[in-house]
């Protein structure tokens, strides 16, 4: 009768290859995990964008989308009233989103707190007796540790949001 079964050596050959097989696959890994939460954070925050322009024009009245402490904290977006760019205690959230990864969503000065759009779908600044000036702004979402992808989102002064992938990382340095 023929014994069934590994022998010691074949075991631990086995395991040795299995080992070197982990430590190749671990840093991909570690890779494709990392690009893949720049993507779904930057899908969701144009998402966010998009639902708060449509929210504008839905409801015919100012809606803002704000940071919470900074963009890749959270937002909210809300029926801004009082045209501030805060929320204040009466003014109904709409929608709120949060990450907790270490993806960076980094704005420029003109969308470093908030966008906040007309019933019209136009972006427009915070003023109390007026409109407000054009708001238009870029954002860059990225990864410190990846040097891509980089995405880039565009607030044009109509309002729209495009995104595109870009070279450059801010996130690095």
Known sequence: MKPHGFTLPE????LLIFAILINIAIPSYKDLRQRDQVRTTTLDFYQAIQLTRSYAV???????????SDWQNGWEIFADSNNNGV?????????????SNQV??????????YISFLGSGRSYQRSANSPGAIQMGTFHICHPEQHQ???QLRLSRGGRVSMTRVD???CKG
Do not use: C, K, M
Request: net charge negative; aromatic share 4%; hydrophobic share 35%.
């Open 11 to 14: 075991l631990l050959i086995t």
């Open 104 to 113: 960076q969503i980094i704005a420029n000065r003109y969308v470093s707190n």
């Open 87 to 99: 929320r204040d205690e009466d003014e109904e959230v709409l929608l709120t989103g949060q990450h």
């Open 168 to 170: 450059e990382n801010p």
């Open 58 to 68: 839905s409801r015919n009245s100012r809606v803002t989308i704000a940071h919470t």
């Open 149 to 151: 992808p980089v995405f």
